[in-house]
């Protein structure tokens, strides 16, 4: 450690100057031309400085500070001089204000002299027998007017307390050691002393003892320093300052000093040691040198109140600290960001708390721009966070990022020094990239926090231009959700950028649907070029239906139609249900529009018909007019098996099934004269007809699977018997006397089989002929008879069960009717206890009888409620 503090000159490598050594009392104002007079010690107590020389003399100088141009100087006028009458030097002083008293150790007695005229005490109380002595700072008398004494005592390994007061000295303890002690320091009732081989920490109350780390008195200086309630700094071996609690503990981590250290003093956030050559300056928060003052000939070095004196045999100096926040720009200059933000947080119990808070944010603010720079961007974001960073300080980096509206002006003093991202990146594209996405996930994390009040248009707006530049996706997601991009920039960024779509959705957040369907358009036309969505002619078509600007909506009817019939019809069939239910689209009107659309007025019709289920003649007569149009062209034109042909088939023929609204006579003359066979069939069935109807599909089209569905959908929800009309007509069909053919007397068969269910039995056998044999109808038969048998069984068993159900409410009626209940104006109501005037009473069922409107009244004493109705609620 020695070799480096002579060669490497620390001071020079990683200085922090903490402090600067100034002149205090210079040897002409001390002796004069008395060259032999030697400082040996120094008590300094406010403004008042005290010095102990060897020539039994104690000096009185008044300690003025003075600041001019900045720098610091202090002046020291000489109030008095006084001899103390022995023939050695003064070995310490203590200044006791609260006593106006100053102590003196001379010739191994301690005199009690006046702070101001030096002159002793007139009672002469003194304490005698003291080697070195020192002061309880933390006392436990409690009593203002005193104070406490801990000397090492001339007698071998005895410690002794004193209690001091104005004009008086009174011994109160004495405690041995197990070795000589050399040094000590005193809180409270512990001890913390130097002995001749080891530090130990003594409980002077309780006797007990606790062992700290041996060292050899012989070899080196101790030094045992109180720095704080209930802790201590000592001279470590191997050139550590140790640092002990008073439980035989060290909170904190030692300091590397001089293995020649001769004195230690604290100034918090600093320890400073004293060797031979040097002043070193170490931090108590990261252990860390950071000065080195040279300074030879040191003997003294004691810190006062905050105030630390060093001195040599004939001169006097203060080691004045630099302002904390001014060492702290000097590390942040440096870019020692961490040492800095130490020394900020060691700082806090120095400045008073609402100054510390507003210069601690600063300092943070600062690192995360020194970390930013160095593109350590994890390090810049969580310090930005905790310094609550306006985060257009950070934006404003960035060129043109911030709106031109803004009325943001950077912090001053600056918190950083550069003029803009490419000052910082000295041009390098890459740190420039890197610095634009490190902003773009920055502000995305803050926009809804509270850092972006007061702001968010600056926020967003930049966030916005990032992402435009950067063709991020979450442009998109940024515009579709809440907000607060400005938008004369954001247009002409986006403009500038060519991201149409983007401002598309700019336009509509803003208000503006005309704009942005304006621009939309173009892009699906080709006018202007954007690739951002494949299907915006689909989004478009989405955007519409969803519009409630009617007037925009049919403005751009036309187009969205012309693009795709079965697409563009969404408009007005896929609007809302509420805005449906509102009609706030006239289908007529609607259907104006349509008329030179074909495929879109078939849809909307369907929509009407089908969706919505709108019960208009119209409507449903207009849709089966365009499918039956829409299959005779196609009969036209294509083959039985074309997919179109058949799907619309169907359509029509679900339509003229399922609704009874559409003109029937109106469609059955268009169909007659046409194939379409089943479709007249259908539209027969509809009129009643159904001998027509099935004639046409017995004969005519010979599809008897048809012919039996028929019955089925038209006798549905209208009874069994109307179906069983229908089958047995069906049957008649089949079975008419002038036809032989084989075909349709299988075909009666199957009926029968089949739908067996649907047939009266006794009727269809009086219809077959006799020529038809048992098994031939045996399947017929069985099915008949045991539907026959489970409808009288199932009918015997609902008999059963209301009988039953009958005889139960009898059995009720019998047990409500009771004995007969004889009232007379003898009987009294057993709420009221008053005779019954009028016939009408209550009952209940354990006899007692009440008047109505008492048994009406709900606040009956409960009692009495009870004891009436325990035995059931009927009355």
């Known amino acids: 450690m020695r070799q480096s503090l002579k060669q490497g000159h620390p001071e020079d490598t990683m200085s922090v100057k903490a402090f600067k050594l100034v002149p205090a009392v210079e040897r002409e104002t001390l002796m004069g031309d008395k060259a032999r007079i030697n400082v040996e010690c120094i008590e300094c107590c406010g403004k008042n400085l005290y010095i102990g020389t060897n020539d039994c003399f104690v000096y009185h100088f008044l300690l003025e500070e003075k600041i001019s141009a900045g720098k610091i100087t202090f002046a020291t006028t000489k109030q008095l001089h006084k001899y103390l009458g022995f023939k050695k030097a003064v070995n310490e002083l203590k200044a006791a204000s609260a006593l106006n008293r100053l102590l003196v150790l001379c010739d191994n007695t301690i005199t009690l002299v006046n702070m101001m005229n030096l002159e002793p005490i007139p009672t002469g109380a003194r304490i005698k027998g003291a080697v070195t002595f020192t002061l309880n700072e933390n006392p436990v008398s409690g009593d203002p007017f005193c104070v406490e004494v801990c000397i090492i005592s001339v007698k071998r390994r005895t410690i002794q307390m004193f209690m001091v007061y104005e004009d008086k000295v009174q011994i109160v303890k004495e405690v041995f050691t197990p070795e000589q002690p050399c ?34 008195s012989d070899e080196k200086r101790p030094i045992v320093k109180r720095i704080g309630r209930q802790e201590f700094l000592l001279a470590g071996p191997g050139g550590l300052g140790m640092f002990a609690t008073v439980d035989g503990i060290s909170q904190r981590a030692p300091v590397h000093w001089s293995e020649n250290v001769i004195g230690a003093a604290l100034c918090f956030p600093y320890v400073v040691a004293l060797d031979d050559e040097f002043l070193t300056v170490h931090s108590m928060l990261d252990q860390q040198l950071k000065q080195t003052l040279p300074f030879k000939e040191g003997h003294i070095l004691q810190d006062f109140e905050g105030k630390v004196i060093v001195a040599t045999t004939k001169d006097v100096y203060i080691l004045v600290p630099l302002p904390l926040e001014k060492q702290i720009q000097d590390l942040l200059t440096s870019h020692r960001v961490e040492e800095a933000l130490t020394l900020a947080k060691g ?50 980096l960035y060129p043109f990022l911030l709106p031109t509206s803004s009325s943001f002006i950077r912090s001053h003093p600056p918190l950083h020094e550069y003029a803009d991202l490419n000052q910082l990146t000295h041009g390098d594209q890459e740190k420039m990239t890197k610095c634009k996405r490190f902003l773009m996930s920055y502000l995305n994390e803050v926009r809804s926090t509270e850092v972006a009040n007061g702001y968010k248009e600056d926020i967003d707006t930049a966030l916005l231009k990032l992402y435009a530049e950067a063709n991020h996706e979450s442009l998109l997601d940024l515009l579709v959700s809440e907000n607060f991009c400005l938008l004369t920039d954001s247009a002409a960024w986006l403009e500038k950028h060519k991201k149409y779509f983007a401002l598309g959705l700019l336009y509509h957040y803003n208000g503006q649907d005309g704009a942005a369907l304006q621009l939309w358009v173009k892009i699906v036309n080709g006018d202007i070029q954007d690739s951002t969505r494949s299907d915006l002619y689909e989004y478009i078509v989405d955007f519409l239906t969803f519009c409630s600007d009617q007037e925009l909506v049919w403005k751009y009817a036309e187009w969205v139609l012309q693009k795709s019939e079965e697409v563009g019809v969404q408009i007005f069939t896929k609007r809302s249900e509420e805005e449906q239910g509102k009609n706030s689209f006239n289908p007529d009107d609607v259907m104006n529009c349509l008329n030179k659309y074909p495929k879109s007025l078939v849809k909307y019709l369907e929509h009407l018909v089908l969706d919505r289920k709108i019960e208009k003649e119209m409507y449903h007569t207009y849709l089966a007019v365009l499918y039956l149009e829409a299959v005779l062209q196609l009969k036209t034109v294509t083959t039985d098996n074309c997919v179109e042909l058949t799907e619309t088939q169907i359509k029509l023929r679900s339509l003229l099934q399922k609704s009874d609204l559409y003109r029937i006579h109106f469609i059955l003359d268009k169909i007659k004269g046409t194939v379409l066979h089943m479709e007249r069939a259908i539209l027969y069935g509809k009129l009643e007809e159904h001998d027509k109807a099935l004639h046409i599909l017995v004969h005519e089209i010979k599809d008897f699977s048809a012919a039996e569905d028929y019955c089925i959908w038209s006798s549905e929800n209208k009874g069994l018997p109307y179906r069983q009309r229908l089958f047995h007509m069906l049957l008649s069909v089949y079975l008419n006397p002038g036809s032989s053919d084989c075909e349709l007397v299988m075909a009666a068969v199957d009926l029968l089989n089949n739908h067996a269910t649907e047939f009266d039995a006794a009727h269809v056998l009086q219809l077959v002929p006799d020529s038809w044999s048992v098994q031939l109808l045996s399947p017929f038969l069985t099915r008949t008879m045991r539907e026959s048998l489970h409808t009288k069984r199932m009918t015997q068993i609902t008999l059963g069960l209301a009988k039953a159900e009958n005889l139960i409410y009898k059995h009720d009626k019998v047990k409500l009717k009771g004995s007969p209940i004889i009232l007379s104006d003898k009987k009294l109501c057993q709420v009221c206890q008053s005779p019954f005037c009028e016939p009408a009473f209550v009952r209940y069922p354990n006899g007692g009888m009440v008047h109505t409107h008492c048994a009406a009244n709900r606040l009956l004493n ?14």
């Open 183 to 216: 040094a000590v320091a005193v809180d409270g009732h512990y001890l913390c002393l130097a002995l001749t081989t080891q530090y130990i920490i003594l409980n002077y109350n309780t006797g007990t003892s606790q062992d700290l780390f041996p060292y050899c």
């Open 347 to 396: 700082a806090r119990r120095n400045i008073p708390k609402e100054k510390f808070q507003v210069m601690y944010k600063r300092i943070l603010q600062q690192a995360g721009f020194i970390h930013f720079a160095q593109l350590q961007f994890l390090e810049a974001k969580e310090l930005f966070r905790s310094g609550q960073l306006d985060v257009r300080e950070l934006i404003s």
């Open 862 to 875: 409960p009692n009495i409620t009870h004891h009436l109705s325990n035995s059931s609620s009927q009355t």
